[in-house]
């Protein structure tokens, strides 16, 4: 459409000095299509010639004031082609195919189709309907029968037949809600055993070591319950399962403190470590990163060992599976951004068994 129009308006330009000096208008529209054939022999002297459009338009619009009768002398190409280029620029003024593609509903944007199989994806139970009205709140303006024909062409079938979720995300949801505890051991340079209890959070991965004993008797493990019942407060009202193997330390009045918040006990099986495989993976932690590389002088020494990697744990140290946050917050640290020449900080925790980095501020 633009290059019909630009033709036209060569045209008439074209046309101005032949109504006025009609004398010398073919001499000088012969001078300018020589000219022209000149400048393309010496663009392509390394091959064969090849019209560019911009070349085409121009000869063709050069033609309308040069007689038809002399197209054969000026020229380079036949009488015919130079018609055909004519035609075809007069012709591009008429086509609105282009036009005609643009018409109707625009299409939906990729990240917008991206955010609605998100949502599909994550919301087995809900709808289309229930995925517009989602959109609608988070600002997207969209058609019910729009999302329906996106999770349709994706292949994801109407809720609540969908398919259910994954063993992974089915795990995830019930993590939300469990709390386990498993008991550790440590010795003392001069051979002492000492025993740790360990509380562990599935869903925040926060870790709590109740306390440090030489002898953990029923009622220790029982007070150590208590304690952690006072110290999570209202937290306990999220927490639906207590996980814990089968320990005779672990008596009725232990299960008496979280059965009175209306927690479920859930015993693992015999021998069967593995069913409580995130408190044996933590407790493997602390002996990889600190009880492998101190000393244990006393109760007292174990218990500040621990109680300085505790606070490591939850405030500090990434895990891979709440995307590299520390349990202590759910917050994504902020990017920052010319750090050349800037210091980086450590602090030492335990002697330098474990460090921290930090940018100066």
Request: a positive charge; hydrophobic letters at 40%.
């Amino acid at each position: 459409m633009i290059i019909s129009m630009l033709y036209k308006v060569a045209r008439r330009l074209l046309s101005f000095p032949g109504v006025l000096l009609r004398r010398d208008t073919t001499k000088d529209a012969e001078l300018l299509v020589l000219r022209h054939e000149n400048a393309v022999l010496r663009r392509q002297l390394a091959g064969p010639v090849r019209y560019e459009p911009g070349d085409r338009f121009w000869l063709a619009a050069l033609s309308g004031l040069i007689p038809r009768r002399s197209w054969h002398e000026i020229f380079p190409v036949t009488p015919g082609t130079l018609l055909a280029w004519h035609r075809r620029f007069i012709a591009a003024k008429w086509d609105y195919s282009a036009r005609r593609a643009r018409t109707g509903r625009p299409p939906t944007k990729a990240a917008l189709k991206k955010l609605i199989l998100q949502l599909a994806r994550e919301n087995a139970q809900w709808g289309h309907r229930r995925i517009q009205g989602e959109l609608a709140r988070l600002g997207h303006p969209i058609a019910a029968s729009t999302v329906w024909e996106i999770l349709h062409a994706a292949g994801i079938g109407p809720a609540p037949r969908r398919a259910g979720p994954t063993w992974r995300e089915f795990l995830t949801n019930q993590a939300e809600g469990i709390i386990a505890v498993d008991f550790f051991h440590l010795d003392t340079m001069l051979g002492h055993r000492l025993y740790a209890l360990a509380f562990l959070e599935h869903g925040t991965r926060r870790l709590r070591i109740a306390g440090v004993t030489a002898h953990p008797t029923q009622e220790w493990t029982v007070q150590q319950a208590r304690n952690l019942a006072a110290d999570l407060g209202t937290r306990m009202k999220s927490l639906r399962f207590l996980l814990r193997d089968r320990d005779g330390k672990y008596s009725q009045p232990f299960d008496a403190v979280f059965q009175g918040e209306e927690i479920k006990i859930l015993k693992s099986a015999p021998r069967t470590p593995r069913m409580n495989a995130h408190c044996e993976r933590v407790i493997g932690s602390i002996r990889r990163e600190v009880l492998d590389h101190v000393l244990i002088m006393n109760e007292a020494h174990a218990q500040q060992v621990l109680t300085a990697y505790e606070r490591h744990y939850n405030e500090h140290r990434p895990h891979r599976t709440r995307n590299q946050l520390p349990p202590g917050t759910d917050q994504q640290p902020i990017a920052v951004h010319g750090l050349e020449g800037r210091p980086v900080l450590r602090t030492r925790i335990l002697g330098g068994v474990i460090n921290e980095y930090r940018y100066a501020s």
